[in-house]
C-alpha cells in the first residue's frame, strides 16, 4: 500500500523578490507542515517580513511559487491563513468586537452569531472579557496586539503569520503576548513568527530559520541554530543581540 505524503500547510519554492534593482529575497524555498512553530531570525532588512508579506500575497512575488494545503489559486490560499502585524492595524473607528467580527462575516458570509459566539469566547480567552464594546484608544498595547490575535484567529486560519509581534510593546506587554503565543503553539496551532525574542523562539519553535541578505543562511532545531549556530553570520547576530 502507498502511504501518501504529507502536504504541508504553507510551501513557498524558489521565490524571488525585488524592489526596483533591490533583491530582497533571493531563490528562498520554505515548507512549514501542520502544527509547526517556525521562528524566523534575522538583522534588520535581511528579508524577513518581506517573505511573510510575499507568503501573505500582501506583496507579489517577482518568481516563485507559493502554495497552501496543495492549493496555488490566489483567491483561494487567501482563506488558509492570517497575519498580526507588529502595529496591531486594527480599524480605529471600529469597536473590539467588531474589529474581530467583521472580516468572518462579510468576507467569508459566516453565520453572526455563529462568529459573535466565537469572539466572545476568543475574548474571554485572551483575557479581554468586558472589552467587547472598548475602542482601540482605550486599550494599551498588549490589549490591541491580543484583539489583533483574536481577530485572525476569529478567521479560523490553518496558519498564522506574526510580524515582531512584540516589537511595539514595553518588556511587560511583551511577556503578555508571549504568554498568548506559547498557548497557542501548545495547542498545535501551526506558526510562522518572526522574532527577536531569542529565548523564546527556543523556547517554543519546532524549527528555527535565519536570514540575512535576503537567503536561508541557516536552519534547524532551535538548539541547534540558537545554541550551536554552524554559519559564522549567524554566530555573529546571535552575539550582537546578546551584546545588546
Do not use: W
Amino acid at each position: 500500500m502507498q502511504i501518501m505524503a504529507e502536504i504541508p500547510v504553507l510551501e513557498m519554492k524558489n521565490v524571488r523578490k525585488s524592489f526596483g534593482d533591490l533583491e530582497v529575497l533571493k531563490d528562498i524555498s520554505l515548507s512549514v507542515m501542520e502544527g509547526e512553530v517556525v521562528s524566523v531570525l534575522g538583522p534588520s532588512g535581511s528579508g524577513k517580513s518581506t517573505l511573510l508579506r510575499c507568503a501573505t500575497q500582501l506583496e507579489s512575488m517577482t518568481s516563485g511559487e507559493l502554495s497552501y494545503m496543495g492549493e496555488t489559486d490566489p483567491k483561494e490560499i487567501m482563506k488558509y491563513y492570517g497575519m498580526v502585524f507588529q502595529n496591531f492595524n486594527l480599524f480605529p473607528h471600529y469597536s473590539v468586537l467588531k474589529n474581530i467580527i467583521d472580516a468572518p462575516v462579510s468576507t467569508q458570509k459566516r453565520d453572526k452569531n455563529e462568529v459573535l459566539s466565537l469572539a466572545r469566547s476568543l475574548l474571554k480567552k485572551l483575557g479581554l472579557e468586558g472589552k467587547e464594546e472598548s475602542y482601540p484608544c482605550q486599550l494599551s498595547g498588549g490589549q490591541k496586539q491580543r484583539v489583533a490575535i483574536a481577530r485572525a484567529l476569529a478567521m479560523k486560519p490553518k496558519l498564522l503569520f506574526f510580524d515582531e509581534p512584540t516589537s511595539a510593546l514595553d518588556p511587560e506587554l511583551t511577556a503578555e503576548i508571549l504568554k498568548v503565543l506559547l498557548e497557542l503553539a501548545k495547542e498545535k496551532m501551526t506558526m510562522v513568527i518572526v522574532t527577536h525574542e531569542i529565548d523564546f523562539a527556543r523556547h517554543v519553535s519546532d524549527r528555527v530559520i535565519f536570514i540575512d541578505g535576503g537567503v536561508i543562511v541557516e536552519e534547524g532545531k532551535p538548539e541547534d541554530v540558537i545554541d550551536h549556530p554552524s554559519n559564522e553570520r549567524t554566530q555573529n547576530f546571535l552575539k550582537k543581540l546578546q551584546r545588546g
